[in-house]
């Protein structure tokens, strides 16, 4: 397991190019990694209100921030949330956070944890892998982007669709080996 701060960003970025990008799960995120609009951020938090705080930080960071320089944020928090059910509970607060920014209708959150499960799902269901990282991490994305980025993809609603579709022709291990 990577403990700087070096090896978990390029865990991260590897993550991104080979499964997210590489396997298309997410057709927006090439431009804008290709750009270098990401901002990678490992925090050091090891209890949920300090990532709370840093959390807060990075909202207000990226709502300030030109789009051309930061598009959106993947806060890494390794040493943080580390069990999913602690994880998803979180991310109540999360949205609280949002409200209490007045960031609403201005950034949104998704949400990637090593063992993301959605609901009505078995742990090793090959479907969960659409929101597995190698670290929980909570992706800060404008509102605005994400608009945009629907209103210009034909058949946006299919992204998910397609997805499952890739995970189960891949099967389980192969994608246990990607990861």
Known sequence: MPTSNESI??????WLENIVIG???CPFAKAIHAKKQIRFVVSPACQ?????????????LLADSDPEQIESTLLIHPGVLNEF?????????????IEELELEGIVQIASFHPQYQFANTEPDDVTNCTN???????????ED???RAIESFPDV?????RNIATLNRLGKAKMDALM
């Open 157 to 161: 609603e299919k992204i998910y669709e």
């Open 132 to 142: 597995r990282s190698p670290f929980p991490t909570l992706h800060l994305l404008r």
């Open 9 to 14: 960003v390029a865990a991260t970025i590897a």
């Open 145 to 147: 982007s994400v608009r």
């Open 85 to 97: 059910t602690d994880y998803n509970q979180f991310l109540v607060l999360c949205d609280l956070a």
């Open 48 to 60: 949920s209100r300090e990532l709370l705080a840093e959390l807060k930080g990075e909202l207000r």
């Open 23 to 25: 396997l298309n799960l």
